[in-house]
């Protein structure tokens, strides 16, 4: 069977990529986005924006459903599935995802940014308990007892989304918080410096967290771990195919041309000084116009 081979496949269905997309249609080329989740990526995690141009306020998802519709007048394909690899190295790329390879003569990345992980046992309890977004997930949690993993105040502002709805919240932080534990706002919030998870446990789903402050193991009885480390670039795959900076940014010119000809990179997942959902569009449609 002839292999069906697009102009340009957008991996990555959040605002770069749709962006992305909206332009490589209106140059009338065949395109696709392949997404493993929703299409709007991390919008779907934003509660309130306010610095989205043309909106006083507006919520995430609210913007998320406006992309959305602009992807079905624009009838852009979205390919519901995961990019596990690539091949760069022939003029037409393949991209290996879960469930089959894809071809393309362009190939736009804008898979954003990824949760960084714990490196416990915290992918056992993914959805039963152990969470990466608080404003998504604080509503299960009603009047329970939660705990918030943090470094350097990292899951501060987790911290106090989830206090406006939780019974108690304990912030564990790796680094020693005893000035914001003065200042903390909310009652409800019991901020713990110097404490390391060793351990989630439970059975089917989380039950409490066993953690290390300086030599001392301690138990907290909870209902949920939300993981709030901030986010890094998911781009183990392309370490090398495509030049990254130190932290695994990918490098582009201002066209958003990666090193290798025909490969081009938007968003989030890019080497850039801004990262914002007006920053992503405008990658986008970059690279949606050179691609
Ligand atoms: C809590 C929070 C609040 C924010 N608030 C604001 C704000 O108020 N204003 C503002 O301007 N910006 C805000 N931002 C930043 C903004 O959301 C991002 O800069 C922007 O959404 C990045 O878009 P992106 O398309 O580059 O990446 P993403 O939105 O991360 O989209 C990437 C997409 O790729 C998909 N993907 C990833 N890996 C794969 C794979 N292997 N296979 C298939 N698909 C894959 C993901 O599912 C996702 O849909 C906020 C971000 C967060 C997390």
Redesign the pocket.
Known sequence: MEKEIFDILI???????ITASIYAKRRNKKVAI????LVG???A??NE????PSYDNVSGFELMQNFQKQIKYNEIQIIND??QNVNFEKEIKEIICKNKVYYAKSVII????THKKLGQNEDIFLGHGVSYCA?CDANFYKKQDVCVVSQKGSGILGALQLADVCKKVYLLDSEDMTIYAKACPKKNIEVISNANISEIYGNMKVEGVKYLKGSIMETLSISAVFIELGKQP?TEIYKDKLKLDASGYILTNEKMETSVKGVFAC???RAGIL????T?CADGAIAGQYA
């Open positions: 991996l990555g269905g959040g605002v770069a990529g392949i997404e493993e989740m990526g991390q919008l995690s934003i924006i306010e610095n989205f995961i990019v804008a898979t954003g940014l404003i998911l968003g989030d997942i990262k914002q959902l007006v992503a």
